[in-house]
């Protein structure tokens, strides 16, 4: 297929977590700025890019899968430009293994430089050579990126860039580096900005958000921010992703519950439930620890969903520690979990640890503890039931397109019967019958 229209075409795959999302709309930005418009055909697309992410091992196999597929339409379409971007193109020797691999990708470039993509563009195109330009290190923050976002009601506003954490499992310091805050100003301009489109939500997005300003001068902390961003007018929704344990104060608590804007969702990655497992881990924080945590947390914040990241399989985990997280998650009932079965990462240092677990017993206990979570968001979920909602309506279900979709204040899913002329407003839902991982309801 040709594409008969003025305007050059571009296809974006984004594998992995919001910051990537976030990051594909960056680009997607820069692109409809010089010119192109977006398509969600890849046989129409004049260029096609992959957004990458190595956070764990299958991620890297889909794209692996996915470039490879490409081969022939490039074939029969010369002029198409491939580039492949992200966490995954970080990782030392990883792009000259790819273009090894896959001779016909036109550009590489990493997580720090995208904002340099027009460039490299241009040179590929006048060149005809493929390009690979990785930076090892950050630019600093680059602000004024034009943004091409996906919905036109909630968006993700990233507040921090990189890790300083070196949990002794993950990649993404290596690949995002250091942590890096940026200007409070900058943040407000962003959603003021927003808010003048229309939009209703925001997600402030970083690692590590409760770390928020370091290095900031006036000082500034993630519970300031909060508050700040409360204040201001047009605002609808504050959330906020990811927490770790180990930086979440008192004083954020208590941002959340006094400011009405800031929703009641915390999502609170617990890795583990072994306090053994998490020394290993680097995480920084026990068991009891953790557990005193959510119960200040629901103790101070009414109704408040918490949901978390669980990785099963650990190098070391014995039955008895992965007890330890089953008896964990069954007390702390979470409203929803990400499970992960653990992944050798190249140049971390649990990849070199003694007693990696065997794929067999990593998912035995897999199945187990989604079993667990599972019972607990269906348990949370029924609560619900009979019960009024503010909902932030999205747009229509994409399962039903009878129905209208949206998220209640604790982040979750309700497909509704309701009227269409109040997508991108809020309303009150009435929840009539609670299912495993969303709820039912009719706008009253
Ligand atoms: N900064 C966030 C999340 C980063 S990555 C945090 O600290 O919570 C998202 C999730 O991927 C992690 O929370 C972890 O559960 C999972 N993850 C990271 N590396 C992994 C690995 N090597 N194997 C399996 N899961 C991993
Ligand atoms: Fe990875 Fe840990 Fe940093 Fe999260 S806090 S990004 S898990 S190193």
Redesign the pocket.
């Known amino acids: 297929m040709t594409n008969n229209s003025e305007k050059k075409l571009f296809f974006i795959a984004t594998y992995g977590c919001q910051m990537n999302e976030e990051d594909s709309e960056k680009l997607s930005g820069i692109l409809k700025k010089i010119g192109y418009d977006r398509t969600d055909i890849k046989e129409d697309a004049d260029l096609i890019i992959f957004n990458t992410c190595c956070v764990r091992e299958n991620a890297e196999l889909k794209v692996y899968g996915n470039i490879g597929a490409l081969k022939s339409l490039k074939k029969k379409k010369h002029e198409l430009i491939i580039a492949v971007c992200g966490c995954m193109m970080q990782q030392k020797g990883m792009a000259e293994k790819l273009i090894k691999k896959f001779p016909f990708v036109d550009i590489i470039f990493g997580t720090h430089n995208s904002y340099k993509f027009p460039e490299y563009l241009s040179t590929v195109k006048q060149n005809r050579t493929s390009l690979i330009e990785i930076q090892d290190t950050e630019d600093g923050i680059i602000e004024g990126i034009p943004i091409d976002r996906k919905s036109d009601v909630k968006a993700f506003v990233t507040i921090m860039y990189g890790?300083n954490?070196?949990?002794t499992?993950?990649?993404?310091?290596y690949v995002?580096g250091r942590e890096r805050s940026r200007e409070p100003q900058n943040i407000e301009k962003e959603i003021k900005n927003l808010i003048s489109k229309g939009y209703k939500e925001i997600t402030l997005l970083g690692?590590?958000v409760n770390s928020y300003g370091k290095g900031l001068e006036p000082k500034i902390t993630f519970a300031d921010l909060l508050r700040r961003i409360n204040k201001i007018e047009g605002l609808e929704r504050i959330r906020f992703m990811?927490s770790?344990p180990k930086d979440l104060t008192k004083d954020v608590i208590d941002a959340v519950n006094e400011c009405d804007k800031v929703c009641e969702h915390i999502h609170l990655?617990v890795?583990s439930g072994s306090t053994k497992i998490l020394k290993k881990m680097n995480?920084r924080y026990t068991r009891e620890q953790y557990l005193k945590l959510v119960h200040d947390i629901k103790q101070t914040i009414p109704k408040v969903s918490i949901t978390t990241d669980i990785i099963v399989g650990f190098p070391g985990e014995t039955d008895e520690d992965f007890e330890d997280t089953l008896s964990l998650a069954k007390e702390i009932e979470y409203d929803s979990a990400f499970t992960f079965l653990y992944s050798k990462r190249e140049g971390t240092p649990a990849k070199e640890m003694k007693d990696h677990i065997p794929e067999d017993v990593k998912h035995q206990r897999f199945e187990k503890l989604v079993k667990v979570i599972n019972e607990s968001c269906s348990k949370k979920n029924a609560e619900y039931e009979n019960k009024t909602e503010e909902v932030l309506v999205e747009g229509f279900s994409k399962n039903d397109i009878t129905k209208l979709t949206g998220r209640t204040r604790t982040g979750k899913l309700v497909n509704f019967v309701g009227n269409s002329e109040h997508i991108g407003k809020l309303v009150d839902v009435k929840i009539i019958k609670a299912r495993s991982f969303s709820l039912e309801g009719k706008e009253l």
Not at 169 to 173: K, L
Request: glycine letters at 0%; one cysteine or more.
């Open positions: 890790c954490n070196f949990c499992y993950c990649v993404v310091p995002r690692q590590n990811t770790h990655p890795q995480r």
